[in-house]
């Protein structure tokens, strides 16, 4: 699998063309093509943001704001509910990179109170 198919994994069934998904991931300093490996955490990290790249700009489309009613099916709050879904993946990016902060620093019981 590559970094390409592990985006459309993540955002399914929205109509983005490869083309404009390669942008992202580039935006992101990924190359599409290169092989995904669920074992490092950066790769993951930038997927997760691509695809807050890709919601977030879904979010800026003022058409997609509005209510739609048919016969007997009503879609609406999709405002909120991609605000919801950027919220989760924001605070999902950030847990993650704490955590990699957290590993890459030696356990000591030591700290600076103060800073110079």
Known sequence: MNNLSRLKMETPNLSITDDQLSIYLLENSIIP????????KLN??????????VLESIANDPQLMK????????????????QSRI???????????????RSSQPQTNVFSLFKN
């Open 67 to 82: 209510s739609y009613r048919t016969d007997d099916l009503t879609v609406s709050e999709f405002a909120e509910n991609i």
């Open 44 to 53: 993951q990290i930038a997927i997760y943001s691509c695809a807050l790249s």
């Open 87 to 101: 919220d989760q993946l924001t605070t999902k990016i950030r847990s993650m990179k704490a955590e990699q902060v």
């Open 33 to 40: 093509e290169a092989d995904y490996l669920p074992t490092d």
